[in-house]
């Protein structure tokens, strides 16, 4: 991993042509649109997610070491403001290898080996911890809020998804088919309440997928059904649903990180062409405001703004 200053925040305003292209190497339809290069902010020790409120960005730092599943507490929570100016390089500290991170009215839960923990997203106070280790878990990875009161929560080791009511504490598990495996980033999409989910694979294979989990009809509240999507495979990590039509996702790729798109009404997937070369492009953040994701570069220490240009 390298090591950079801290907080040397590189504005890049040249104007820069992007294109994308599907896995054929085909441009995506109509001309080249020309959007401004982004930010590249350095100065982080293993981001591992990004996660945008109204007034903040929130980075997860997993440590000094990319060490995932290290219980040295070196790990932190950075906050930054909504533009990428650093406010509080470690605005939560004492974590072990903090990932995920959502917020449910102003509480921010972070995803930290085998607990959640919740913290006041104002002040960094720390809230309340939940104890997932009794459930098996040893590698929580992902939070996606789906409710006022419920977060749901990948386990990439168990291939499980963990729900969480944060006002009872109760805890329940989703099980996923057996062609997707190493679940990885979610995201709950508020209008159509239907979760999207991406796995990283097994064994350093690349044979992740990307999948929709329907919303449940069962007063009971047992999962709706999942449907795992005809795409390439990869080392999937992080995943946003935009625009009512997009789902993109990173994959880490062979050591060389990259973005793709999945168009649900022409079931195509595309290949985005990124202003940086990314190493180990974790869970991202999407800007509708300006149109960009925030992403980690995991093995870089940096965060990568990076415009659609794609819708």
Same mark, same amino acid.
């Given at each position: 991993?390298?090591?950079? &200053?801290?907080?040397?925040?590189?504005?890049?305003?040249?104007?820069?042509?992007?294109?994308?292209?599907?896995?054929?190497?085909?441009?995506?339809?109509?001309?080249?649109?020309?959007?401004?290069?982004?930010?590249?902010?350095?100065?982080?020790?293993?981001?591992?997610?990004?996660?945008?409120?109204?007034?903040?960005?929130?980075?997860?730092?997993?440590?000094?070491?990319?060490?995932?599943?290290?219980?040295?507490?070196?790990?932190?929570?950075?906050?930054?403001?909504?533009?990428?100016?650093?406010?509080?390089?470690?605005?939560?500290?004492?974590?072990?290898?903090?990932?995920?991170?959502?917020? =449910? /009215?102003?509480?921010?839960?972070?995803?930290?080996?085998?607990?959640?923990?919740?913290?006041?997203?104002?002040?960094?106070?720390?809230?309340?911890?939940?104890?997932?280790?009794?459930?098996?878990?040893?590698?929580?990875?992902? =939070?996606?809020?789906?409710?006022?009161?419920?977060?749901?929560?990948?386990?990439?080791?168990?291939?499980?998804?963990?729900?969480?009511?944060?006002?009872?504490?109760?805890?329940?598990?989703?099980?996923?088919?057996?062609?997707?495996?190493?679940?990885?980033?979610?995201?709950?999409?508020?209008?159509?309440?239907?979760?999207?989910?991406?796995?990283?694979?097994?064994?350093?294979?690349?044979?992740?997928?990307?999948?929709?989990?329907?919303?449940?009809?069962?007063?009971?509240?047992?999962?709706?059904?999942?449907?795992?999507?005809?795409?390439?495979?990869?080392?999937?990590?992080?995943?946003? &649903? =935009?625009?009512?039509?997009?789902?993109?996702?990173?994959?880490?790729?062979?050591?060389?990180?990259?973005?793709?798109?999945?168009?649900?009404?022409?079931?195509?997937?595309?290949?985005?062409?990124?202003? /940086?070369?990314? @190493?180990?492009?974790?869970?991202?953040?999407?800007?509708?405001?300006?149109?960009?994701?925030? =992403?980690?570069?995991?093995?870089? @220490?940096?965060?990568?703004?990076?415009?659609?240009?794609?819708?």
């Amino acid at each position: 991993m390298k090591s950079f &200053f801290p907080f040397l925040l590189v504005l890049l305003v040249l104007v820069a042509c992007k294109s994308t292209s599907n896995l054929n190497g085909e441009e995506a339809g109509g001309e080249k649109k020309i959007i401004p290069q982004g930010l590249i902010i350095a100065g982080f020790n293993s981001p591992e997610s990004v996660l945008l409120t109204r007034s903040n960005m929130f980075v997860s730092n997993v440590g000094l070491e990319l060490a995932p599943k290290s219980e040295d507490l070196d790990g932190y929570i950075s906050k930054l403001s909504t533009s990428g100016e650093m406010q509080m390089e470690r605005f939560i500290t004492d974590l072990n290898a903090p990932k995920g991170m959502a917020e =449910i /009215n102003g509480t921010i839960y972070v995803a930290d080996i085998d607990k959640v923990k919740a913290f006041k997203s104002e002040s960094g106070e720390l809230i309340q911890t939940y104890e997932f280790l009794s459930y098996g878990a040893s590698f929580l990875n992902d =939070i996606t809020a789906k409710s006022a009161s419920e977060l749901l929560i990948s386990d990439t080791d168990l291939n499980l998804i963990f729900t969480l009511n944060v006002r009872s504490g109760e805890v329940g598990k989703i099980p996923l088919p057996d062609n997707f495996v190493g679940v990885n980033g979610l995201y709950c999409d508020p209008l159509t309440d239907i979760t999207f989910l991406v796995g990283f694979g097994s064994n350093g294979e690349g044979n992740g997928r990307v999948a929709i989990m329907y919303p449940s009809d069962d007063p009971n509240g047992s999962p709706g059904p999942i449907e795992v999507l005809e795409t390439p495979t990869g080392s999937y990590d992080g995943v946003v &649903f =935009i625009e009512s039509k997009y789902i993109v996702f990173s994959d880490w790729g062979n050591g060389e990180g990259r973005l793709r798109y999945y168009d649900i009404n022409t079931k195509e997937t595309w290949l985005m062409n990124l202003e /940086n070369s990314i @190493g180990g492009p974790a869970d991202f953040a999407f800007d509708a405001l300006n149109k960009c994701l925030w =992403i980690p570069g995991m093995q870089d @220490g940096m965060i990568y703004q990076e415009f659609l240009d794609f819708y």
